[in-house]
């Protein structure tokens, strides 16, 4: 078989079956995992990948970032470990920042795919893990050694034998190791029944190799991108953006070039990394960078290497979007969630009918200390704040972008954690207003009732920058968060008394084009539904209720 020899129908068979089979990966691996984290926040993705290392398919509910990782940390681990090397039954993991995704605290997962003694593809699943030891998930720490512990590329199974030593080593540096080791398996366990799945779908296809689908695949895929930015003006195109840093505030800059068929991005101007760990390493730029354009050219078609390939992105060193090591990176989604509005705003001249107003953006806190049943507790809660609004889109209320957690049932998160839950209500008036409007923030309030302190560990975005407007929107709400009605840094470590509150007031999106040319029936949609209330409608869209 050869690229050109599967007919269109066969093809989309085929790939469908090929995301089929990430998918059925992924309820493998959920239906093992220990944490919330990923059983309830989906915070995961899987990608199966040919012999060559060039991802082919991907889960369809999978995080941007991952994805967008999981081919370059493929390269990093045959690096290591060449593929003439492996044996079937190895697992090969690394949660390290600049080979991975970013952080520490995501753990990448590969199988190799044997067909008798040849490679014929790798598996791998990537998953946030509960705790890595250090300081925890934050962005406190001053440089990465303070963030936990941090794997170089190395066996977790070899040939179908736990690496015992290497588990000693991880149970003895984390918090909850009953937590971490069910989710490490469940990865490890995901990955076999992927390897299993690949084999039967080449046995049913009669394929020996999985290079000629791939490569028709990639090629299909290639051809849609490079025919979308051809449709786009050439030119080259400037755009900045600020966001709070620790102290002071940090400018990202970007400079795109639309030539022909391919786009390039270059970071250049960029403010520099700092002392704490909201910085970026390359490879979680480069991924958001990608991202953000296939959203401005494909966004329905599945990803794979070839949706990719016309996108050049480049970053200097001594950026904070090109972090070198010791730089701390816990946070660095902080930061990193920023290039993709940054890109939207870069762009927004030669696509304004794809580019999206800024949105509210996700907000994380690492609980960590005792449960109420006195065992240790280390859990992560996202929430989230308004969607920007689009051309002729309303912005969803509290939906994530650019990333797509999802935050833990109330039920499920009382009964783990002795954490009550008091409220979750949205809040009026948060979103950004327009023609179309964003999505608007909410507020959670927590009460420790555990019985015992607890820390939060903030990682919480648009607090002094709001969710921008395009094209003459309003800007969002900004976020805060509160204990017992005291603001506190946003991105700080806090302790939590018993009996004390908690709360998060989430942000709202960006709205899109001219407020005074939102329908009259929308406002006074807006208005029964309580979104805004009657001094907005009348100051800002000049409607009067009644």
Same mark, same amino acid.
């Given at each position: 078989?050869?690229?050109?020899?599967?007919?269109?129908?066969?093809?989309?068979?085929?790939?469908?079956?090929?995301?089929?089979?990430?998918?059925?990966?992924?309820?493998?691996?959920?239906?093992?995992?220990?944490?919330?984290?990923?059983?309830?926040?989906?915070?995961?993705?899987?990608?199966?990948?040919?012999?060559?290392?060039?991802?082919?398919?991907?889960?369809?509910?999978?995080?941007?970032?991952?994805?967008?990782?999981?081919?370059?940390?493929?390269?990093?681990?045959?690096?290591?470990?060449?593929?003439?090397?492996?044996?079937?039954?190895?697992?090969?993991?690394?949660?390290?920042?600049?080979?991975?995704?970013?952080?520490?605290?995501?753990?990448?997962?590969?199988?190799?795919?044997?067909?008798?003694?040849?490679?014929?593809?790798?598996?791998?699943?990537?998953?946030?893990?509960?705790?890595?030891?250090?300081?925890?998930?934050?962005?406190?720490?001053?440089?990465?050694?303070?963030?936990?512990?941090?794997?170089?590329?190395?066996?977790?199974?070899?040939?179908?034998?736990?690496?015992?030593?290497?588990?000693?080593?991880?149970?003895?540096?984390?918090?909850?190791?009953?937590?971490?080791?069910?989710?490490?398996?469940?990865?490890?366990?995901?990955?076999?029944?992927?390897?299993?799945?690949?084999?039967?779908?080449?046995?049913?296809?009669?394929?020996?190799?999985?290079?000629?689908?791939?490569?028709?695949?990639?090629?299909?895929?290639?051809?849609?991108?490079?025919?979308?930015?051809?449709?786009?003006?050439?030119?080259?195109?400037?755009?900045?953006?600020?966001?709070?840093?620790?102290?002071?505030?940090?400018?990202?800059?970007?400079?795109?070039?639309?030539?022909?068929?391919?786009?390039?991005?270059?970071?250049?101007?960029?403010?520099?990394?700092?002392?704490?760990?909201?910085?970026?390493?390359?490879?979680?730029?480069?991924?958001?960078?990608?991202?953000?354009?296939?959203?401005?050219?494909?966004?329905?078609?599945?990803?794979?290497?070839?949706?990719?390939?016309?996108?050049?992105?480049?970053?200097?060193?001594?950026?904070?979007?090109?972090?070198?090591?010791?730089?701390?990176?816990?946070?660095?989604?902080?930061?990193?969630?920023?290039?993709?509005?940054?890109?939207?705003?870069?762009?927004?001249?030669?696509?304004?009918?794809?580019?999206?107003?800024?949105?509210?953006?996700?907000?994380?806190?690492?609980?960590?200390?005792?449960?109420?049943?006195?065992?240790?507790?280390?859990?992560?809660?996202?929430?989230?704040?308004?969607?920007?609004?689009?051309?002729?889109?309303?912005?969803?209320?509290?939906?994530?972008?650019?990333?797509?957690?999802?935050?833990?049932?109330?039920?499920?998160?009382?009964?783990?954690?002795?954490?009550?839950?008091?409220?979750?209500?949205?809040?009026?008036?948060?979103?950004?207003?327009?023609?179309?409007?964003?999505?608007?923030?909410?507020?959670?309030?927590?009460?420790?009732?555990?019985?015992?302190?607890?820390? !939060?560990?903030?990682?919480?975005? &648009?607090?002094?920058?709001?969710?921008? /407007?395009?094209? *003459?929107? =309003? #800007?969002?709400?900004? $976020?805060?968060?509160?204990?017992?009605?005291?603001?506190?840094?946003?991105?700080?470590?806090? !302790?939590?008394?018993?009996?004390? &509150?908690?709360?998060?007031?989430?942000? /709202?999106?960006? *709205?899109? =084009? #001219?407020?005074?040319? $939102?329908?009259?029936?929308?406002?006074?949609?807006?208005?029964?539904?309580?979104?805004?209330?009657?001094?907005?409608?009348?100051?800002?869209?000049?409607?009067?209720?009644?």
């Amino acid at each position: 078989m050869s690229p050109r020899t599967i007919d269109a129908v066969s093809l989309s068979i085929m790939w469908d079956r090929l995301i089929g089979i990430t998918d059925e990966i992924i309820s493998a691996l959920v239906r093992s995992s220990f944490s919330t984290i990923v059983r309830e926040s989906g915070d995961l993705s899987v990608v199966v990948l040919d012999a060559d290392g060039n991802s082919v398919a991907q889960g369809s509910y999978s995080v941007p970032s991952f994805t967008g990782t999981a081919a370059p940390t493929l390269r990093h681990m045959l690096a290591k470990f060449p593929a003439e090397s492996l044996e079937p039954g190895d697992v090969i993991a690394t949660n390290d920042a600049w080979m991975g995704t970013g952080h520490l605290f995501d753990i990448n997962v590969m199988r190799p795919v044997f067909r008798g003694a040849r490679i014929v593809g790798y598996t791998m699943s990537i998953t946030h893990l509960p705790d890595i030891g250090g300081l925890g998930f934050g962005a406190a720490a001053s440089e990465i050694f303070h963030e936990g512990l941090r794997l170089p590329v190395c066996k977790l199974v070899r040939a179908g034998r736990l690496d015992e030593p290497m588990f000693d080593v991880i149970r003895s540096n984390v918090r909850v190791p009953e937590q971490v080791f069910g989710d490490l398996m469940a990865n490890v366990t995901c990955n076999e029944v992927g390897g299993r799945q690949l084999l039967d779908f080449m046995d049913e296809y009669g394929l020996d190799d999985l290079a000629p689908l791939s490569e028709a695949i990639r090629g299909q895929s290639e051809r849609a991108i490079r025919d979308r930015i051809a449709a786009l003006p050439d030119g080259i195109y400037e755009g900045a953006i600020d966001i709070e840093g620790i102290d002071d505030p940090l400018r990202l800059v970007c400079r795109a070039e639309i030539a022909g068929e391919e786009i390039g991005l270059d970071f250049a101007g960029t403010s520099p990394p700092v002392n704490r760990g909201i910085n970026v390493p390359f490879c979680y730029t480069r991924a958001m960078a990608r991202y953000a354009v296939k959203c401005l050219t494909v966004p329905g078609m599945p990803n794979n290497e070839g949706a990719v390939a016309p996108i050049r992105v480049t970053a200097p060193e001594d950026s904070i979007l090109n972090a070198q090591p010791p730089y701390p990176t816990g946070g660095r989604h902080v930061t990193g969630h920023m290039v993709v509005p940054l890109v939207f705003r870069t762009l927004a001249e030669a696509a304004p009918e794809m580019v999206q107003a800024d949105c509210g953006n996700m907000n994380i806190v690492t609980f960590q200390g005792t449960r109420a049943d006195g065992q240790p507790m280390s859990t992560i809660y996202f929430s989230t704040g308004g969607f920007g609004a689009l051309q002729g889109f309303d912005g969803a209320d509290t939906i994530p972008g650019p990333s797509n957690m999802r935050a833990v049932p109330v039920e499920m998160w009382e009964s783990l954690t002795g954490i009550t839950i008091v409220h979750k209500r949205l809040l009026p008036d948060t979103s950004g207003h327009g023609e179309a409007r964003g999505g608007l923030g909410q507020e959670i309030e927590f009460r420790n009732d555990t019985g015992f302190p607890f820390t !939060a560990f903030c990682i919480a975005p &648009r607090s002094e920058f709001p969710a921008r /407007g395009l094209f *003459g929107g =309003g #800007d969002g709400s900004r $976020r805060t968060i509160l204990i017992d009605d005291r603001p506190v840094h946003p991105k700080g470590a806090h !302790a939590v008394a018993p009996g004390q &509150r908690f709360t998060m007031r989430d942000s /709202g999106g960006g *709205g899109f =084009g #001219d407020p005074e040319n $939102r329908p009259r029936g929308k406002v006074l949609a807006d208005l029964d539904e309580g979104l805004i209330t009657p001094p907005v409608a009348r100051e800002v869209y000049g409607v009067t209720p009644g």
